[in-house]
């Protein structure tokens, strides 16, 4: 319904946009060319930055003062961040995997609030959520306590897993505050949750509830068009964390990765574990190893999905947890990226 105004506000709102950011921008990273703004189809605007961010990200308003931040194509490396200000507060979530795209997340939300981050909260440790945390200096960084820990003990070590990413003038910074099971804010005006609701993608994972607008950021609990990735998770108890988003009744949800959605994302996500469940009951009754269960499987609609080959992690999770493993007891690392390799037939990919 809004969509019409926005098209007919759009020139004008980006450039008024643009000069703000002229404005604001911090002198080491004035651009060297104009920023370019390419055509604003409603909701989402489309912006190009000069730090040769490509693909080129999009902000989304998803309720006023409530913004997605979107990486296409939301592959490895590729996350989806937030910003929600109100008042003179801006709630960051989540950092991004480099510098360069860190800052642009930064310059994006200065252009739309005119403001820079006063609290950061990481959806959990992985490091396309978190590198970029030095970056937000000095704002405080908020995150599950098992996300603090594992950030500290891993520190940017998971660069090397993908050694093509540029990933820029990086240094670790940890969460200072921690939360166990739900805190409240209050950016401004805007009331905001933070939720832990079980184990899923990691056992540190923290959803971001907006109970007014009832949009949620879900960190990388869903991909929309990417492949659920349970290295560090559970394949027992994420359906539990799934009803548990389900009874909150959001109107929006931005995944860790790929486009806004509703709940029928929930409904997909459910279906692959369903798929992925039996699976792992099949490859336990014949002895096959997760990668042989993988070879052997017919994904169907799945193999559409980004990084389909976390498919023989995800098995390899549900076989260890079948055989008595804890909830997202660690696997073997190394293990695992051999065999997503292996099953890719080349290494992991990313447009980052
Ligand atoms: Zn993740």
Redesign the pocket.
Known sequence: MWAGAWERACTRRCRRARDRWYRNIDKPDRPTRDVRLAACPAPAVRWRYPMSISPSPQVVELAPGIFAYIQPDGGVMLNNAGFIASGSDLLLIDTCATEARTKALLAAAQAKTGLRPTLVVNT?H?G??TFGNCVTNPAPIISHEYARRRILATGLAPMSLTPTVQFGDLVLAAPTITVESHAHLYVGAIEVHLLHLGVA?TAGDLVVWLPESRVLYAG?ILFNGGTP?LIDGSLSTYDRVLDKIRDLDPRLIVP?HGDPAGTDLLDETWDYLRWLRRLVEEAHERGQSPLEAARAADPGPFSEWLDSERLVVNIARGLAEINGAAPAEPLDYARMFADMTALRGGPIHTLA
């Open positions: 959990h992985h396309d959520h993608h990388d990735f860790g």
